[in-house]
């Protein structure tokens, strides 16, 4: 009874979330779901995003994930080796210092995921991708997004622990097991521009 009232009390918020925005209830849902700390930043970042500033990154994440989806290892190295050029590309002096530094340390990382993504086999590949998601998503929470983007979540990704990668669409499609689970997974936040 109890979890009945928790599932209608919910409910009602999405239904009056979406009457409130005049979006349908679908958008209200995902537009309640938690925001994480990098997401509430890019909200309060000054800066004036270009659209091409993080556009060549996203592309070559997303190539990433559609070649892992399709279990293609080749497809997969070569998206790693063009989004770790397109990450060390990323023109970074119009932000201040302190961005500038965090911006470095995630690029560096974010760049060895791509690097190894590179010159590995499917299954090392999977596991760099997921760690390069969040690698992605905490860039993106700073620079800005040049699209809507999807947060979604595998649970059962690393023995039970979950995982995460970032998609175009809101169809799950899963470059964690790729073929194995095709469409394991939800969307956790909706990433907009």
Request: with cysteine.
């Amino acid at each position: 009874m109890k979890n009945l009232l928790i599932v209608l009390g919910l409910a009602g918020m999405m239904i009056g979330c979406s009457a409130k925005t005049g979006e349908n209830a679908e958008e209200g849902k995902h537009s309640t779901m938690n925001h994480d700390a990098n997401h509430a930043h890019h909200a309060n970042n000054t800066q004036t995003v270009q659209k091409n500033d993080l556009t060549a990154v996203i592309d070559a994440y997303l190539t990433l994930k559609d070649a892992l989806v399709k279990d293609d290892q080749k497809g997969a190295a070569t998206a790693g080796s063009s989004l770790a050029t397109s990450l060390g590309a990323l023109d970074l002096s119009k932000f201040s210092a302190d961005e500038q530094k965090a911006l470095k340390e995630i690029i560096e990382v974010a760049k060895n995921h791509g690097e190894h993504i590179a010159g590995s086999e499917i299954d090392h590949q999977r596991e760099h991708f997921e760690s390069l998601g969040k690698d992605i998503k905490n860039l993106i929470g700073i620079v800005g997004a040049d699209r809507t983007l999807y947060h979604q979540y595998c649970p059962m990704y690393n023995k039970n622990k979950g995982g995460m990668w970032l998609s175009a669409s809101e169809e799950i499609r899963n470059p964690l097991f790729g073929s194995k689970m095709l469409k394991c997974g939800k969307v956790e936040e909706v990433i907009s521009l």
